[in-house]
């Protein structure tokens, strides 16, 4: 495990074309080097957590930099120390935060000068159900899904320690198993969108004009399933596929420049 690239700072979450005026970023201490650990698996080039997704669009958000390092599942002992078995952990200097909602809200009241992740205390509390609603609805209806292909792109003790693990959390069914039925399963998961998709249809994101936290808890869900499978969880016609475009293309399309799959 070593620490790789370093994420560029990002001002405005809109792509180029979007047509928003940058705001004036007051420019980063360089005393205090900031390191995310993010879960990766064979490739250590494709970052695929859901919850390091979350953190990654928060920190572009706020226009931080960090160091990335790549972490495996079985490397608890680099995490350890920091007080975390998971990822996200960040290094804010020598302080660690764990925890990506945990981080949002660090990362909100510590760097308030800079773009507000949640829009007032409002925003926020509204967004804590958002995350629950991500971490239950959508990360729990895609897993199964997609839990097959994830098992496949990790390093040999990872996908053992995967197997084991994530098909105790199924009641005992195979990961291949569960896949098994997801083309059918995939119109229930979309139809659980609905609340979803029938906002967009009057706002171009959860946060309103632009993007904020809120579309960062259910977008790192989506990147997570494309850096990781093939399957196609949304239809082309989809307003929430048309939302996740623009999320790829955030931040100079900070997602999109990552490795994944066309889906
Ligand atoms: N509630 C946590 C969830 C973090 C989490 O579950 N991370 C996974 C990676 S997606 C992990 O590190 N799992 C370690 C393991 O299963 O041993 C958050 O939002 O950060």
Redesign the pocket.
Known sequence: MSASAVMAPHSNPLPARAGRGSKNIVPESQTMPRKLFE?VGADATRPF????W?TRMALAHKGLTSETVPWR?TE?SAIAPHGS????VLLDGEKPV????T?ANYLEDNYSDRPSLFGGEGGRAMARML?WWG?VVVVGGMFPMIAADIVTRLAPDDAA??RK?REARLGGMRLEDAAASREKDVLAFRKNLDPMRLTLKTQLYLGGTAPNYADYIVFGCFQ?ARVVSEFKLLAEDDPVHAWRERLFDAFDGLARKSPGFAV
């Open positions: 879960l957590s859901p919850f390091c979350r599942f608890k078995e998971k990822v996200p764990v925890d990506s909602w981080i995350n971490d320690y995967f693990t997570w």
